[in-house]
């Protein structure tokens, strides 16, 4: 089964030469098909669940131990996105000058920037005006690879060095705070800080996803690029991913354990084992703190090298959903809401008016039970993309 290596390194622009070389990384498309996954049952709960709100982070005295988990587990998805994004864009350009690189990083990021205002956000709402808008993950995706546009063309140390800062110290500015009427405003709440900006038409824009941690994260993904080259072998590679992985789990663990830098919320104590385990994991993500950043990379990075033992014939279903992951992330909203509109009709509501499942297990069967028929048209749209000359095709 030949695989995409990611959204950015689409196999319609490959040789059959490169396409080859490129068929042993399948583990990229399987992580980032595992974490599609995930975000489906969150965004299940995000229509069928919608009465338990959770805050950012969640009270965890307040949330129940299954929600937390699957909100915890759902974690991991941005960061994988925006990293593998990097590493996509490395994979990408390996064969290529920097300025076609940082061309096709730049016309693609403004093409999802006007997805995420256009397609995604009515997949949200079905409201035409919109009232508001959410400035999520594609969002951000988008913003993070024009900026890699640009930074690309520094030399790999000073890229790591720029993520490095940024994940690590982003939050030495969350004492900034910029009020709606003062000057710079605009782009503080792009760049930082998680609030809303007035639109022609009465439209409302929520930056739910600010960006300056993003593009930390999407240079080291893209630094890390040259451990995928085809000329390195898969075990120096393992080795490389692990000692990554388990280094930033040691320097979350510690940043985390001294309560002080890294994390806004510091965990607390409590006489029960469990609540003081998910105070001790309760991160914040909007923006995402050192901390997030550091314990989801360090799964990512753990799970990437993990798979990539395992062989492709066990990843080959995970690979599907990653190799067409813009065309999944569309499809399940729609899906989604329209199902809940469907409930709401022939049930009615039940919560307020919303129509709810009783609890998280109905969340989890319904993300395992449209599992199936979305890999089905993913692996229709996937085949569909390699077959077909059109060159708009690549920004999909």
Same mark, same amino acid.
């Given at each position: 089964?030949?695989?995409?290596?990611?959204?950015?390194?689409?196999?319609?622009?490959?040789?059959?030469?490169?396409?080859?070389?490129?068929?042993?990384?399948?583990?990229?498309?399987?992580?980032?098909?595992?974490?599609?996954?995930?975000?489906?049952?969150?965004?299940?709960?995000? =229509?069928?669940?919608?009465?338990?709100?959770?805050?950012?982070?969640?009270? &965890?005295?307040?949330?129940?131990?299954?929600?937390?988990?699957?909100?915890?587990?759902?974690?991991?998805?941005?960061?994988?996105?925006?990293?593998?994004?990097?590493?996509?864009?490395?994979?990408?350009?390996?064969?290529?000058?920097?300025?076609?690189?940082?061309?096709?990083?730049?016309?693609?990021?403004?093409?999802?920037?006007?997805?995420?205002?256009?397609?995604?956000? *009515?997949?949200? %709402?079905?409201?035409?005006?919109?009232?508001?808008?959410?400035?999520?993950?594609?969002?951000? +995706?988008?913003?993070?690879?024009?900026?890699?546009?640009?930074?690309?063309?520094?030399?790999?140390?000073?890229?790591?060095?720029?993520?490095?800062?940024?994940?690590?110290?982003?939050?030495?500015?969350?004492p900034i705070t910029v009020a709606p009427d003062e000057f710079?405003?605009?782009?503080? %709440?792009?760049?930082?800080?998680? /609030?809303?900006?007035?639109?022609?038409?009465?439209?409302?824009? !929520? %930056?739910?996803?600010?960006?300056?941690? #993003?593009?930390? &994260?999407?240079?080291?993904?893209?630094?890390?690029?040259? @451990?995928?080259?085809?000329?390195?072998?898969? /075990?120096?590679?393992?080795?490389?991913?692990?000692?990554?992985? +388990?280094?930033?789990?040691?320097? *979350?663990?510690?940043?985390?354990?001294?309560?002080?830098?890294?994390?806004? &919320?510091?965990?607390?104590?409590?006489?029960s084992v469990l609540r003081t385990a998910m105070s001790f *994991?309760?991160?914040?993500?909007?923006?995402?703190?050192?901390?997030?950043?550091?314990?989801?990379?360090?799964?990512? %990075?753990?799970?990437?090298?993990?798979?990539?033992?395992?062989?492709?014939?066990?990843?080959?279903?995970?690979? +599907? =959903?990653? /190799?067409?992951?813009?065309?999944?992330?569309?499809?399940?909203?729609?899906?989604?809401?329209?199902?809940?509109?469907?409930?709401?009709?022939?049930?009615?509501? $039940? !919560?307020?008016?919303?129509?709810? &499942?009783? $609890?998280?297990?109905?969340? @989890?069967?319904?993300?395992?039970?449209?599992?199936?028929?979305?890999?089905?048209?993913?692996?229709? =749209?996937?085949?569909?993309?390699?077959?077909?000359?059109?060159? #708009?095709?690549?920004?999909?």
């Amino acid at each position: 089964m030949n695989q995409t290596v990611g959204a950015a390194a689409a196999t319609s622009f490959d040789t059959p030469a490169q396409t080859a070389a490129r068929s042993r990384i399948q583990s990229i498309d399987a992580l980032r098909g595992l974490v599609m996954l995930l975000m489906l049952v969150d965004h299940a709960r995000e =229509f069928f669940f919608l009465h338990a709100q959770v805050s950012d982070p969640m009270d &965890v005295n307040e949330v129940t131990p299954a929600l937390y988990l699957s909100r915890l587990a759902a974690h991991l998805c941005a960061p994988v996105f925006v990293a593998l994004t990097g590493l996509s864009a490395w994979l990408y350009g390996a064969q290529r000058s920097r300025a076609d690189v940082s061309a096709f990083l730049f016309k693609r990021g403004l093409f999802l920037v006007v997805l995420e205002l256009t397609l995604v956000s *009515f997949a949200w %709402t079905f409201a035409l005006p919109p009232e508001k808008l959410y400035l999520q993950v594609i969002w951000v +995706i988008g913003l993070s690879m024009i900026a890699l546009a640009a930074l690309v063309h520094l030399p790999r140390a000073v890229l790591v060095a720029l993520g490095l800062a940024i994940v690590l110290g982003h939050n030495l500015v969350d004492p900034i705070t910029v009020a709606p009427d003062e000057f710079g405003y605009i782009a503080w %709440t792009i760049l930082h800080d998680r /609030g809303l900006i007035d639109l022609p038409l009465g439209i409302t824009a !929520q %930056t739910s996803y600010p960006l300056l941690p #993003w593009i930390g &994260v999407i240079a080291l993904g893209y630094s890390v690029g040259p @451990w995928f080259a085809k000329d390195r072998d898969s /075990g120096s590679r393992q080795r490389l991913l692990c000692a990554l992985g +388990i280094g930033l789990l040691v320097a *979350f663990a510690a940043l985390r354990a001294i309560n002080g830098y890294g994390e806004p &919320v510091a965990w607390q104590a409590s006489e029960s084992v469990l609540r003081t385990a998910m105070s001790f *994991f309760n991160l914040t993500k909007y923006p995402p703190s050192a901390d997030f950043v550091l314990f989801t990379l360090g799964i990512g %990075t753990l799970l990437l090298a993990a798979l990539e033992r395992v062989p492709t014939t066990a990843t080959g279903t995970l690979a +599907i =959903f990653g /190799g067409a992951p813009l065309f999944f992330y569309l499809l399940h909203l729609y899906v989604l809401h329209l199902l809940n509109l469907g409930a709401l009709y022939y049930a009615g509501a $039940n !919560q307020g008016s919303l129509f709810s &499942v009783p $609890n998280m297990g109905y969340v @989890w069967l319904i993300a395992i039970l449209l599992t199936p028929p979305l890999g089905l048209a993913c692996a229709w =749209f996937g085949r569909l993309k390699r077959r077909s000359p059109q060159p #708009w095709m690549r920004y999909l």
